[in-house]
């Protein structure tokens, strides 16, 4: 469904942004056991309910209270709108003549009595009120969309943010087992006497420090799935989160990018402010012309007993010009928006650029980690190992390389974190689905 054009009563999925990028999304975030390979994962509980970037994004946009509000914001002005395409009412008089005098007239003889109705001439008026009414209201749907986009931009970004956080637990959590099975192995060697006790003092200080560093990790996992629930509403700690990480998303192409760009809803936002300004100018200036008011009416001769027909119209003279400082107010205010907006288009192809150095920027850094960084590590950790276990080098080089192993998976996680963040505000910039 295209987000530019919902209408209020119903529940979006975000324009193109989100039409087709939740079902990518949610492939696109999977968190996988290790960070050298795409794999599965799923919270451990099997009573635990699967929730994907989907049904996040569509559990905000049905029960997120900033959403609901424009509902009623968008009532209120659906009353606007009825209450101005009601003209003024018509006007009944009586009128008695000659009465109540001295001679002739003392009496109610020669009376004379009209019964007339009268009205103000409103039709272009009411049209233009009405029509400026429902531009005015057309606001509140644009401002729907650019919240909507939003919140689901922020459930997405905070989605992907539990997945890394679960995985950076993981990875902490196989540190910690290392380093247990280091103080063990290395206890042995103390005892053995081929190593030096402070060795084993540096393994136990290095096995507490993995343990904090896990405690840490549980208590951020946490706040965050806390967060990621508050977008709508539950603390729903018992779902497992599913999705796939290990994925770099395709960028369409630089000049497709800024194409989409010009549809942002902030752009569209006051382009319809200038269309309201435009109309209260129409408006003004029809007010300002003269309103015509005819009456017509029935009268009786009381002396004859005889009816006559009576009719009239007024005209007010010369030019109103009380509309002229509202007319123009309402043009430099037109101007107003032209400018903002040009500003904003400004801002917006700035942060579009930038973003999509970024993002090349990030694509290097994983390709980079994965295809040189990490591989070479392996093979220096196992000769490492190798190395230490027959004596021929120490404790600190062996558990450096160990650590700058831990360094370049934990780098990795972060620069695919990062990728997806970027792509998602990418998304939300140009409120368009990108491809994988």
């Not at 192993?405 to 990062?418: I, R, T």
Request: aromatic share 6%; with cysteine; hydrophobic share 40%.
């Amino acid at each position: 469904m295209n987000l530019r054009s919902f209408g209020l009563p119903k529940i979006p999925t975000t324009n193109r942004f989100f039409k087709c990028v939740l079902p990518a999304l949610s492939a696109m975030i999977l968190v996988g056991g290790c960070l050298t390979a795409p794999t599965t994962l799923a919270e451990s509980a099997p009573e635990q309910a699967i929730l994907t970037l989907d049904q996040a994004v569509q559990l905000t946009l049905k029960q997120h209270p900033q959403l609901g509000a424009f509902v009623h914001q968008r009532e209120g002005y659906q009353g606007l709108i009825e209450q101005v395409g009601v003209g003024a009412r018509p006007t009944v008089g009586l009128t008695v003549e000659d009465f109540a005098g001295s001679g002739d007239h003392s009496g109610f003889d020669n009376a004379q009595s009209t019964l007339s109705i009268s009205w103000i001439t409103q039709g272009a008026r009411i049209d233009h009120r009405i029509q400026v009414a429902q531009v005015t209201a057309s606001q509140v749907d644009i401002q729907r969309q650019i919240e909507a986009l939003d919140l689901s931009a922020q459930t997405a970004r905070l989605f992907i943010q539990a997945l890394v956080e679960r995985q950076r637990l993981t990875l902490a959590q196989q540190a910690s087992q290392q380093a247990r099975k280091t103080v063990v192995a290395i206890k042995k060697r103390v005892d053995a006497g081929s190593s030096p006790d402070f060795e084993r003092l540096q393994a136990e200080v290095e096995l507490a420090q993995r343990e904090l560093e896990s405690e840490d990790l549980q208590h951020v996992l946490k706040s965050t799935r806390y967060q990621l629930g508050a977008q709508w509403g539950e603390n729903r700690n018992h779902y497992r989160l599913m999705g796939e990480l290990f994925k770099i998303p395709t960028i369409v192409s630089v000049e497709r990018q800024f194409d989409q760009l010009k549809q942002n809803p902030k752009l569209t936002l006051l382009a319809t402010q200038q269309r309201i300004a435009e109309s209260e100018i129409e408006l003004a200036r029809i007010e300002a012309k003269p309103q015509w008011q005819f009456s017509v009416g029935v009268r009786r001769f009381e002396t004859t007993d005889d009816f006559g027909m009576v009719a009239g119209v007024s005209v007010p003279l010369g030019s109103d010009r009380s509309s002229a400082g509202k007319i123009r107010r309402l043009q430099a205010q037109q101007a107003q928006y032209a400018s903002e907006s040009e500003v904003i288009q400004r801002q917006l192809d700035t942060q579009l650029y930038v973003l999509l150095q970024e993002i090349k920027h990030s694509q290097h850094v994983i390709e980079t980690l994965q295809q040189r960084i990490i591989p070479a590590l392996n093979n220096a950790q196992a000769q490492a190992t190798q190395a230490y276990e027959s004596g021929k080098l120490g404790y600190q080089p062996w558990i450096s390389i160990l650590n700058k192993k831990l360094g370049a998976q934990q780098d990795l996680l972060s620069a695919f974190e990062a990728i997806h963040l970027q792509h998602i505000e990418l998304q939300r910039l140009t409120g368009t689905t990108l491809t994988f």
